[in-house]
């Protein structure tokens, strides 16, 4: 495994004692939802949001904005293994989410994104121009049997600090 601050990011990041613990310190209400990252990879990141307690709704699936939470940081971790650590630093800040819900969220929702290697290269253009780049980035969330529970699209502006 190479020393890149990318791998370090994709390695870190599903580990849970490091992932929980920075959940813990920066992002509490990830903490307290139970989010994880399984997988991040070059390409594409897996987060899970489990039906629980503090989760839930009074019609007995997991709250929209909890499920919204996990869309983002699915779409967001692969950001970040691209910008962390950066020289100069690059700022990054969601612009605007959009969701659509088709199930009802009862169990562990599974979000998936796939558009790692779009986000590098929005990331590359940004660093090469030192101009403001505008990521496009999509998360579905399947339930236990791979059925779309809700799909997001989050709109994110990076740019290279100055």
Known sequence: ???????????????????????????????????????????????????????????????????????????????????????????????KSEGEFFKKATGITKFICHDGLIIKEKIKTAIQSKKPEIIEAFSTGLNENNETICKFKFTWSIKVRS
Request: aromatic letters at 12%; proline letters at 6%; one cysteine or more.
């Open 1 to 95: 495994m190479s020393n890149s601050p990318s791998s370090k990011i994709r390695e870190l990041a599903v580990k849970s004692f490091f992932f929980r613990t920075y959940l813990l310190l920066n992002l509490p209400m990830g903490f307290l939802s139970g989010m994880k990252i399984k997988k991040l990879e070059e390409n594409q990141c897996e987060v899970t949001i489990p039906f629980k307690w503090i989760n839930k709704n009074p019609f007995k699936s997991t709250f929209w904005a909890v499920l919204g939470m996990g869309a983002e940081m699915n779409t967001a971790a692969l950001i970040l293994q691209y910008t962390y650590k950066h020289q100069p630093s690059i700022s990054t800040l969601p612009l």
